[in-house]
């Protein structure tokens, strides 16, 4: 069964980098995209952006430019950066595998952007 | 970007009663559209892909339909384990995007 496994700081301060990583098992890293969605407390989802394993992405533009999404073929894991954070960046950051649509899902990580 | 809109935002019902949400897209999305189910502390989990696709799984009472821009998850027979927030998704460009939300609370 395939299983995303969310690791990464949940604190940061303003300006700060954002970095999380989605390590990925039993699963074919050629056979998926690999997305990273968010939601700030008490809101809905937001897509950040998405992956695949020739490296090609996709941003949302309303973040493209302070985001980017890595990919480590070899360890199986996907990655995160957002920098310049803002307690707007407050929320919970899923990974999640698909393009289409998100079948599967990490558990989330919440980043609390605070001073 | 594609703007998804739900109605209703929220929705009390009883077990038993049949509830349906509706998703309008802001432009044609063809049969890209998928419904998720939130319960608080986890995960989103898909529902339904392309419109009507039941995921493995997932109980028969839950059904979508709809095409072009308008569409609809209905749930017949509502079981308590079914009360959580259900989101729509477009997937016919990107940027992807969610639909607010609708909250099916307990009556």
């Known amino acids: ?34 997305s990273w969605i968010r939601q700030p407390p008490g809101k809905g989802l937001e897509w950040i952006g998405e992956i695949n394993h020739r490296r090609t992405t996709y941003y949302n533009p309303s973040l493209k430019s302070r985001v980017t999404i890595s990919i480590d073929t070899s360890r199986s894991q996907f990655s995160l950066e957002l ?33 | 970007d594609i703007q998804m809109t739900q109605s209703p935002s929220s929705l009390s019902a009883s ?62 027979n509502l079981q308590p384990e079914d009360f959580a927030t259900y989101y729509c998704q477009q997937s016919y460009s990107f940027p992807r995007t969610f639909g607010q939300g609708t909250k099916v609370e307990i009556k």
């Open chain 1, 1 to 34: 069964q395939v299983h995303l496994e969310q690791l990464g700081a949940g604190l940061l301060k303003p300006s700060e980098t954002l970095s999380l990583t989605c390590a990925v098992s039993n699963a074919s890293f050629s056979d998926h995209y690999w």
């Open chain 2, 15 to 76: 077990v038993g009663d049949r509830v349906i949400i509706t998703c309008r897209a802001s432009q044609s999305i063809s049969a890209y559209l998928n419904w998720y189910q939130q319960k608080p502390g986890q995960a989103p989990k898909l529902l339904i892909n392309a419109v009507s696709s039941l995921q493995s799984g997932v109980p028969s009472r839950f059904r979508g339909g709809g095409s072009v821009t308008d569409f609809t998850l209905t749930i017949s």
């Open chain 1, 83 to 115: 920098n310049s954070v803002t307690a707007a960046d407050t929320a919970v950051y899923y990974c999640a595998a698909g393009t289409i649509y998100f079948d599967l899902w990490g558990r989330g990580t919440l980043v609390i952007v605070s001073s």
